[in-house]
């Protein structure tokens, strides 16, 4: 049976968050009571990078490789299915935002962990280790611009990146509006 996620806002951590479902509130509280107290986050706004664009569910300072590390991860319920692979490829153009982010995909059904490697495939792994600094002392990019999507979206691009981003939209936008948006089989 499917459910429609109810966004809305949560305490977590000390701090009023809010999450697009009761699903992820849940999830995130596991991570903090399993030592991920201050070592992630959730964004209002996504990243960007040229055409690609996408909003994490959390990022988490993980240890791996005995380094710190951010790692941008995405909650799904069911299955691995549920996160697409133009979404997944979404993911890893716009985790460049970052130097050296990681991607996950996260399923609470089992309760299962993936790496998300070049070109999309999932490499099942264990929950991540919390990393030994707090989500803010990882590095990010000094200078972020802000782009607003025709549709309303907030991301952030580095400042090359961004004159793509619009630049893409812009088109895509112009496009839709001239010949219609692509009908897509359901």
């Not at 996504?46 to 951010?70: C, F, K, Q, T, W």
Request: with cysteine; charged share 25%.
């Amino acid at each position: 049976m499917y459910i429609k996620a109810k966004p809305s806002w949560q305490i977590i951590d000390g701090k009023m968050i809010y999450v697009d479902s009761v699903m992820e509130a849940t999830i995130i509280r596991r991570l903090v009571k399993d030592g991920f107290s201050k070592k992630w986050r959730r964004t209002f706004s996504g990243v960007a990078v040229g055409s690609s664009h996408y909003r994490p569910d959390a990022e988490l300072s993980i240890l791996h490789d005995n380094m710190n590390r951010r790692a941008i991860v995405e909650f799904k319920p069911r299955s691995e299915k549920e996160f697409r692979l133009d979404r997944r490829k979404a993911m890893l153009d716009s985790s460049k935002y970052y130097k050296d982010a990681l991607c996950m995909l996260y399923i609470e059904t089992g309760r299962k962990w993936y790496f998300i490697e070049p070109g999309g495939t999932l490499q099942p792994t264990t929950q991540p280790l919390p990393g030994g600094v707090p989500i803010i002392k990882l590095g990010q990019p000094k200078v972020a611009i802000p782009v607003v999507l025709l549709y309303g979206q907030i991301y952030r691009s580095r400042p090359l990146a961004a004159i793509g981003t619009i630049t893409a939209h812009t088109l895509e936008f112009g496009v839709n509006t001239i010949f219609g948006k692509a009908k897509r089989r359901r």
